[in-house]
């Protein structure tokens, strides 16, 4: 009874570590657990089976042990010699069996899930296509089909699928929507991967990259809003729209000369880098200044939005390291905060 109560004790700190990993797993939308989308849902009954079948073995092989132990265990006086179940075809039998049935049942619906999961929308006339780019360490999103790119924020309409073909402009990166889709790779040399969503409900969920491609890996964070199919045209349209310089000249020779080299805004500047349009609408700057308000818990407050531009125009290696936009350009302060307040003022109206 003593050396029972032991192992319950020494078992006890595991059990509880279990609890914790396991609830942490289940906060926030940057969760397999909680899938809001058809492909998430499918891929969450894959592991809820697996999860089930592993479990009833547990339950019962631990069921066995704890019986064999305490039934046959050795009685004091007790000198004789079990009877020896070696080379018993009928054991034999029974433990080759029952595990080749429970792979069968994993098997089966997996099996048919791969194939269900690589279907090809990039011919489907009703699926929306983005053709996803990533890049040390943002990512790229241009609809070809309408004409438009943007970055960081992947705007869907609610319902369609999505088509998606990714690459990558650098290294090996992966693009991963937990509560919407799995994973898949972007590979360099050319390649392209494929895989579809879809977000049946309105919302925004968290996108990251999932292999590991340089310092700030862990900083390459995306999301995906979704919308009405209406505001979804809204938005599209609005992008198409040209966009005015500052009003300042002085902020709009900086901007023009010092981050329109790169980046670009309306039909202006370079293609290259990630495009600015629409950028106070945003939820985050760069992808991961998020821009909640710390108090009131509400998005896109002005200053917020402004505060956030700021931090990151003024010291970009400091929120990403090693990211591309440090050391290229020489901003005075004043001209610093004349574009974090221009680009805080470019939204885009489509909700
Ligand atoms: Cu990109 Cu990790």
């Given at each position: 009874?003593?050396?029972?109560?032991?192992?319950?004790?020494?078992?006890?700190?595991?059990?509880?570590?279990?609890?914790?990993?396991?609830?942490?797993?289940?906060?926030?939308?940057?969760?397999?657990?909680?899938?809001?989308?058809?492909?998430?849902?499918?891929?969450?009954?894959?592991?809820?089976?697996?999860?089930?079948?592993?479990?009833?073995?547990?339950?019962?092989?631990?069921?066995?042990?704890?019986?064999?132990?305490?039934?046959?265990?050795?009685?004091?006086?007790?000198?004789?010699?079990?009877?020896?179940?070696?080379?018993?075809?009928?054991?034999?039998?029974?433990?080759?069996?029952?595990?080749?049935?429970?792979?069968?049942?994993?098997?089966?619906?997996t099996v048919q899930s791969?194939?269900?999961?690589?279907?090809?929308?990039?011919?489907?006339?009703?699926?929306?296509?983005?053709?996803?780019?990533?890049?040390?360490?943002?990512?790229?999103?241009?609809?070809?089909?309408?004409?438009?790119?943007?970055?960081?924020?992947?705007?869907?309409?609610?319902?369609?699928?999505?088509?998606?073909?990714?690459?990558?402009?650098?290294?090996?990166?992966?693009?991963?929507?937990?509560?919407?889709?799995?994973?898949?790779?972007?590979?360099?040399?050319?390649?392209?991967?494929?895989?579809?969503?879809?977000?049946?409900?309105?919302?925004?969920?968290?996108?990251?990259?999932?292999?590991?491609?340089?310092?700030?890996?862990?900083?390459?964070?995306?999301k995906v809003k979704s919308?009405?199919?209406?505001s979804f045209e809204r938005?599209?349209?609005?992008?198409?729209?040209?966009?005015?310089?500052?009003?300042?000249?002085?902020?709009?020779?900086?901007?023009?000369?010092?981050?329109?080299?790169?980046?670009?805004?309306?039909?202006?500047?370079?293609?290259?880098?990630?495009?600015?349009?629409?950028?106070?609408?945003?939820?985050?700057?760069?992808?991961?200044?998020?821009?909640?308000?710390?108090?009131?818990?509400?998005?896109?407050?002005?200053?917020?939005?402004?505060?956030?531009?700021?931090?990151?125009?003024?010291?970009?290696?400091?929120?990403?390291?090693?990211?591309?936009?440090?050391?290229?350009?020489?901003?005075?302060?004043?001209?610093?905060?004349?574009?974090?307040?221009?680009?805080?003022?470019?939204?885009?109206?489509?909700?």
């Amino acid at each position: 009874m003593m050396k029972r109560w032991q192992f319950v004790k020494r078992l006890a700190p595991l059990m509880a570590m279990m609890v914790l990993v396991l609830a942490a797993c289940g906060r926030e939308d940057l969760s397999t657990l909680n899938p809001q989308g058809p492909v998430a849902e499918e891929q969450f009954g894959l592991m809820k089976l697996a999860i089930l079948i592993m479990g009833l073995v547990i339950v019962v092989v631990f069921a066995i042990s704890f019986y064999v132990i305490i039934r046959f265990r050795r009685r004091p006086g007790d000198k004789t010699i079990p009877k020896q179940v070696e080379g018993s075809h009928k054991l034999e039998i029974i433990w080759t069996v029952i595990p080749i049935i429970l792979l069968i049942i994993l098997a089966v619906p997996t099996v048919q899930s791969v194939f269900n999961l690589a279907k090809d929308y990039r011919d489907d006339p009703d699926a929306v296509k983005v053709i996803v780019t990533s890049h040390q360490y943002w990512w790229e999103f241009e609809y070809p089909e309408l004409g438009i790119k943007t970055a960081q924020e992947l705007v869907i309409p609610t319902g369609k699928t999505i088509s998606i073909e990714a690459k990558t402009a650098d290294v090996l990166h992966s693009f991963w929507i937990p509560s919407l889709a799995g994973k898949i790779d972007t590979n360099p040399g050319g390649n392209v991967n494929f895989m579809y969503f879809s977000a049946p409900k309105e919302g925004v969920y968290l996108g990251k990259c999932a292999e590991l491609c340089g310092p700030s890996h862990g900083l390459m964070d995306f999301k995906v809003k979704s919308v009405n199919p209406a505001s979804f045209e809204r938005w599209a349209a609005a992008l198409q729209e040209p966009v005015a310089l500052p009003s300042d000249p002085a902020i709009a020779a900086a901007f023009e000369s010092k981050c329109l080299t790169c980046h670009a805004v309306g039909d202006m500047g370079g293609p290259a880098f990630p495009n600015l349009t629409g950028i106070g609408s945003r939820e985050s700057v760069g992808g991961i200044l998020v821009n909640v308000d710390a108090d009131d818990k509400k998005y896109n407050h002005e200053d917020t939005v402004y505060n956030n531009l700021y931090k990151w125009i003024k010291d970009p290696g400091a929120v990403k390291p090693g990211n591309l936009m440090v050391d290229q350009y020489d901003l005075t302060d004043k001209e610093i905060e004349g574009i974090a307040k221009y680009l805080s003022e470019l939204t885009l109206d489509y909700e």
